[in-house]
């Protein structure tokens, strides 16, 4: 059964930092390339940061360039992205997708995750 289980939300204010982890199962992790969607209340998902099969490419929003990071653990089969420098506008609902291209499009992605809060607020 495939599984991509997302964690590491939360509150957080203006200026913090979250690491969210995306745990996956059930497909060969190695084969894939993994990406960052958001959705905030009242708008459309859309891609954060996406990271190739390999690890060596990575693609990132510009609303997010220089503050996010996108990574991967083989050996753990996790996805992580490491948001700095947090604005109010980063709030939205963080799914974990895994797919075949480093792009930021969902119809390129197969597996998703159920999501996980990132709220920021003073």
């Known amino acids: 059964q495939v599984q991509l289980v997302e964690s590491g939300g939360g509150l957080v204010q203006p200026g913090d930092s979250v690491k969210l982890s995306c745990a996956a199962s059930g497909f060969i992790f190695n084969a894939y390339a993994f990406a960052w969607f958001r959705q905030a209340p009242g708008k459309e998902r859309e891609g954060v940061s996406a990271?190739?099969?390999?690890?060596?490419?990575?693609t990132y929003a510009d609303s997010v360039k220089g503050r996010f990071t996108i990574s991967r653990d083989n050996a753990k089969k996790t996805v992580y992205l490491e948001m700095s420098s947090l604005k109010p506008e980063d709030t939205a609902v963080y799914y974990c997708a895994a797919g075949g291209d480093n792009v930021l499009q969902a119809s390129y992605f197969w597996y998703w995750g159920q999501g996980t809060q990132v709220t920021v607020s003073a």
């Open positions: 990271l190739s099969i390999d690890g060596g490419s990575t």
